[in-house]
Antibody, heavy 119, light 107 residues
Framework: EVQLVQSGAEVKKPGESLKISCKVS????????IAWVRQMPGKGLEWMGI????????RYSPSLQGQVTISADKSRSTAYLQWSSLKASDTAIYYC????????????WGQGTTVTVSS | DIQMTQSPSSLSASVGDSVTITCRAS??????LNWYQQRPGKAPKLLIY???SLPSGVPSRFSGSGSGTEFTLTISSLQPDDFATYYC?????????FGPGTKVDFK
């Protein structure tokens, strides 16, 4: 069974760093894109970026470039989303999702990681 | 960036109704248009990819059509599980972008 299992909820203070994870199983990690999607409280879905684990080719939404880092570790079959300095506006649910082609949809999703940033 | 809009933003319907949601893009592209369903408190689920293709396991009451700048999602006979929010997504060019969503609730 294909699964994407995300790390647990986080509560952080503004200015702190954070790295959340998305561990996959049930398929060859290197062969599929992994995307990250943000959902702020009560809002819609926002595409953040995508990584191809085989060669670490990474694309970002321009609105988030420089604010977050997306990466993948083939040896751990895990993708990551990290911040060096959190802001209150980073409070959201973050989903990772697999994209077989990069273009035709995200077919398997993680359960989401809730990040709360508050002083 | 390609901007996506959806109409309506919300609709009320009854079990058995047929509903149609429209998604419009700020620039034209072929079929790199996907639809997702999100139930409250749950992760999104892929409903339609490539504008009109159903992933395995998605009921046939869901259908998608369109090309260019206008796409539609139709639910032919609404079931209780279908009351949710629906999002379109363009996957033609990075950054991919979602529409603002259409909430389908009980009349």
């Amino acid at each position: 069974e294909v699964q994407l299992v995300q790390s647990g909820a986080e509560v952080k203070k503004p200015g702190e760093s954070l790295k959340i994870s998305c561990k996959v199983s049930g398929y060859r990690f290197s062969a599929f894109w992994i995307a990250w999607v943000r959902q702020m409280p009560g809002k819609g879905l926002e595409w953040m970026g995508i990584v191809y684990p085989d060669d670490s080719d990474t694309r970002y939404s321009p609105s988030l470039q420089g604010q977050v880092t997306i990466s993948a570790d083939k040896s751990r079959s895990t993708a990551y989303l990290q911040w060096s300095s959190l802001k209150a506006s980073d409070t959201a649910i973050y989903y990772c999702a697999r994209s077989p082609s990069g273009f035709y949809g995200m077919d398997v999703w993680g359960q989401g990681t809730t990040v709360t940033v508050s002083s | 960036d390609i901007q996506m809009t959806q109409s309506p933003s919300s609709l009320s319907a009854s079990v058995g109704d047929s509903v149609t949601i429209t998604c419009r893009a700020s620039q034209t592209f072929n079929d790199y248009l996907n639809w997702y369903q999100q139930r409250p408190g749950k992760a999104p689920k892929l409903l339609i990819y490539a504008a009109s293709s159903l992933p395995s396991g998605v009921p046939s009451r869901f259908s998608g059509s369109g090309s260019g700048t206008e796409f539609t999602l139709t639910i032919s006979s609404l079931q209780p599980d279908d009351f949710a929010t629906y999002y379109c997504e363009q996957a033609y060019i990075h950054p991919f972008t979602f529409g603002p969503g259409t909430k389908v609730d009980f009349k």
